[in-house]
């Protein structure tokens, strides 16, 4: 038996992971499937058992899985183990310039830094749990919020997140308050 990990052996969390039991030239004969993690083969992983297995990725479900089909006559075959691991999606962090409290009538630039290797970031901006869009006094260019003329309304949450296609397909959500004084 081969075992197949989709989408890859390195997953975020919250991925969907499946893993496929191939038993080569395994004919017209009717398997049983047994799944196995960590070296442990006296005890399935999971029941009932079958060709294919799916999950949502966790820590905890990070380790070395391996396959056995057992056949109609008792005779048995252990795939190799694969290991699946298992890693929090890239973090975001806001930045603010200048430092907060800012003061009324400035423009502020807030920017959303992702910490990852992957290019092609979406950027969204959120206030108070509201996204915002390009307006007279917002702008939103890419991974940076400009807000001109600050006034006492803009203090509040701001958070933003990183979007993008392919994997990993989003960023952690980060948040700065912002202070603005009179």
Do not use: M
Not at 98 to 125: A, M, Q
């Amino acid at each position: 038996p081969v075992v197949t990990v989709k989408p890859d052996q390195r997953v975020f969390i919250g991925e969907t992971v499946t893993l496929t039991c191939d038993i080569q030239r395994g004919g017209d004969i009717q398997w049983r499937y047994s799944w196995f993690r960590d070296g442990d083969t006296d005890y399935p992983y999971t029941t009932p058992t079958t060709a294919e297995i799916s999950f949502t990725a966790d820590v905890s479900r990070g380790g070395e899985y391996r396959c056995r089909g057992e056949r109609s006559d008792s005779h048995t075959d252990f795939s190799d183990a694969v290991t699946l691991t298992v890693s929090d999606p890239p973090t975001s962090t806001v930045t603010v310039t200048p430092d907060s409290p800012v003061f009324t009538g400035e423009t502020v630039n807030l920017k959303c830094v992702i910490n990852s290797d992957h290019s092609n970031w979406r950027y969204e901006w959120y206030k108070d749990s509201v996204i915002l869009q390009t307006s007279d006094r917002y702008t939103v260019n890419r991974d940076t919020l400009t807000i001109r003329g600050a006034t006492e309304s803009d203090q509040g949450q701001y958070w933003c997140k990183g979007q993008r296609d392919g994997r990993p397909n989003s960023s952690t959500f980060s948040s700065l308050s912002l202070s603005v004084k009179g």
